[in-house]
């Protein structure tokens, strides 16, 4: 018999294929996109990015584990305000509305997804899954500044990623992969 707490969450857990896809794909583009990613993931030939797309695990970060700031910018009394459009990079405005959407979709459909795969706090979460697509994409290029790569003063993880998909050794990335789920657990734990 299943204990009544944890069943919820292990049905909860599973990383659908779509939901896995689409990581995949946003972790890619992430990978491909000029002054965000490191010049080293820009540089590597397309079999090498989509190999390390792979991660089970955003490799890019919208400060989705600061609650505080997306409760703030996600107040649907606050009105979206022409001064918070900037003059960002088309081809990053365009990445982080699909990086919102698709966190505000694991947010209402897979709380628990939003906070494994993104890392999400749980209160972030909440007000993810309390939005309107609507307001995602307005404030959608004021938060394109905020696109960076996840954990990026992990030299030691980015560096290793790159050098693993130069080398082309599958084990050595999926080792480094895995390591990126510890640092995502140890962030979560502080």
Not at 84 to 95: I, K, L, T
Not at 128 to 147: G, M, S
Request: proline content about 6%; glycine content about 4%; hydrophobic content about 50%.
């Amino acid at each position: 018999m299943q204990d009544p707490i944890v069943e919820p969450w292990a049905r909860e857990a599973s990383i659908t294929s779509e939901i896995d896809r689409t990581l995949r794909e946003l972790n890619l583009g992430f990978l491909d996109l000029d002054g965000i990613a490191a010049p080293a993931l820009v540089a590597l030939p397309p079999a090498r990015k989509a190999a390390i797309a792979e991660c089970p695990y955003a490799l890019f970060d919208l400060r989705f584990d600061d609650d505080a700031y997306w409760r703030t910018r996600l107040d649907a009394a606050l009105p979206y305000r022409v001064a918070e459009s900037g003059v960002a990079n088309p081809d990053v405005v365009a990445f982080v509305r699909l990086a919102l959407t698709y966190a505000w979709h694991l947010a209402t459909s897979a709380n628990l997804q939003a906070r494994l795969l993104l890392g999400m706090g749980a209160r972030t979460a909440a007000v993810f899954a309390d939005a309107t697509v609507v307001r995602l994409t307005q404030i959608a290029d004021a938060e394109a500044p905020n696109l960076a790569p996840r954990w990026p003063r992990c030299t030691t993880f980015w560096d290793g990623l790159v050098a693993a998909a130069d080398s082309a050794d599958r084990m050595r990335l999926r080792r480094i992969q895995l390591h990126g789920l510890q640092i995502a657990v140890a962030k979560r734990l502080r």
